[in-house]
Structures are given as structure tokens and as C-alpha cells.
């Protein structure tokens, strides 16, 4: 599989969005069903022996929340594999402090000891002969 620049871009992105989806906890809720008194007027609570106590809803959501997850995981692991794939070490360590760790090329250089223009360089030629 091959990526683009734009795909690694959101390599970080696609790290916070599973960090948020594992948030949400799904809970069930009961939903009171009314009916009509007709001599007040107003809504009577009304019980119902067969009513969802919403356990599917939520089922389904924690399900389609845990698939997302999945999904964004294995695109996350197929990319950095491409990024270790990268033949030159030095190229593939800028690649990864800069698409996987987030660092800037400035934070990269001092690491690497390139200057911040030898790093964007760096960057951008691999994009010019990868792409």
C-alpha cells in the first residue's frame, strides 16, 4: 500500500479521533412512553411490559464505535510500516519524528543535527521521488 503526503498528514489526526471515539461510552437510557388522560388533559407515564430500555442502541452504537476504531488502527499501523520501510535511515527517523511524533522540523533538526531547512529539504525531496 502507498501514501501520500496528505495521507500521512492526518496520521496524527487519525490518532486523537480514536483517543475521542474510546471516550464515548454508550448507556442505555429508558425512553417513558405518555398517553393521553383525557379528563386532565395532560400526559400519564405509561408502562410498557415490551419496551426497549434502549440496551440495543447502545449495543449498536458501542459496536459501530469499536469497528471505527479498529479500522482507523490498522490504517494507522499501515502507515508507520511504510514509513519503516524507507530504506535511508535518516530519511525514515525525520519521516517518523515528523508524520508519527509530531515533532517540527526545527525540534527535528536539533535532534538530528540538520538545520530546519535541511529537514524540510529532506522531507520534501523523499515526496519528490516517492510521489
Known amino acids: 500500500m502507498k501514501f501520500t503526503r496528505t495521507d500521512l498528514e492526518h496520521l496524527r489526526g ?10 464515548i461510552k454508550p448507556k442505555p437510557k429508558v425512553v417513558p412512553i405518555f ?6 388533559g395532560k400526559g400519564v407515564p405509561k408502562v ?17 464505535i469499536l469497528r471505527k476504531v479498529t ?10 510500516d511504510w514509513i519503516e520501510a524507507v530504506p535511508d535511515p535518516v530519511e525514515r527517523a525525520i519521516l517518523r519524528l515528523y508524520y508519527v511524533e509530531g515533532l517540527s522540523q526545527q525540534e527535528i533538526g536539533d535532534q538530528v543535527g540538520y538545520s530546519q531547512s535541511g ?13
Open 14 to 23: 487519525l490518532k486523537v479521533e480514536i483517543r475521542s471515539l474510546e471516550a
Open 71 to 80: 479500522e482507523r488502527e490498522r490504517l494507522i499501523l499501515a502507515m508507520e
Open 35 to 40: 398517553y393521553k388522560d383525557y379528563k386532565t
Open 48 to 64: 410498557d411490559a415490551g419496551m426497549d430500555d434502549g440496551r440495543n442502541e447502545a449495543e449498536d452504537l458501542a459496536t459501530k
Open 119 to 131: 529537514v524540510s529539504r529532506i522531507i520534501r525531496n523523499f515526496w519528490i521521488v516517492s510521489g
